[in-house]
């Protein structure tokens, strides 16, 4: 059941359009074991699960792989329209550790857009509880 997308598992459709096409295209993302659960305009969200080789040297969750997931997210949200979106800066507040087994899914969500430049806030949940913000700063090109 690990890899396949969590709308497969339960029979329904899977993400499509130009966001998941690029998650399709993510070696990084999908070689960590992520799972695009849904994009739409201005949003997505994406699973991960907290594999051993994730954790540093106090047995939790390293912040790069949760940082990682809430970029991923902010990538599908900003990409949604077909345009080509990339990040021009972000930033993360860590609120709890996760540790290995923790299933975390990153909910990103547009809250402006000028132009071309955006900004998306990411909330990062194992289950309930918040372990992450994050907000990142888009810029669209070409």
Do not use: K
């Not at 074991?33 to 907290?50: I, N, Y």
């Not at 949200?77 to 077909?82: L, Q």
């Not at 071309?116 to 990142?136: M, P, Q």
């Amino acid at each position: 059941m690990h890899g396949l997308p969590l709308a497969d598992q339960y029979g329904q459709q899977a993400p499509r359009g130009p966001a998941a096409a690029m998650f399709a295209a993510d070696q990084a993302s999908r070689g960590l074991g992520m799972e695009l659960l849904q994009v739409g305009p201005g949003t997505a969200a994406v699973r991960m699960r907290v594999a051993l080789q994730m954790l540093n040297g106090h047995s939790v969750g390293h912040g790069g792989y949760v940082f990682m997931l809430a970029d991923t997210a902010f990538s599908c949200a900003c990409n949604g329209d077909g345009q080509v979106t990339v990040a021009a800066g972000a930033d993360i507040s860590f609120l709890r550790p996760v540790r290995e087994g923790d299933i975390l899914v990153a909910y990103a969500a547009e809250r402006a857009r000028h132009g071309r430049t955006g900004v998306y806030d990411v909330t990062v949940r194992r289950g309930d509880e918040v372990v992450a913000e994050f907000r990142g700063r888009s810029h669209t090109i070409g």
